[in-house]
């Protein structure tokens, strides 16, 4: 982890093919680390999944 130096745990979300984000999560301090362009990728395939109040 860039925050606390602990080993991150990584997730793999590929179930919207051609998509494959893959989250590094620090279980220590909670840091959340996205690659070049995942949050984009993220972003994109939520995009009008929101519920708007």
């Not at 998509?19 to 972003?43: A, N, P």
């Amino acid at each position: 982890c860039p925050a606390c130096g602990n080993i991150m745990n990584r997730k793999l979300y590929d179930a919207v093919m051609p998509y494959r984000v893959e989250i590094d999560l620090c279980r220590l301090c909670g840091l959340i680390w996205f690659d070049r362009d995942e949050l984009e990728v993220i972003e994109y395939l939520t995009e009008g999944s929101a519920l708007d109040y």
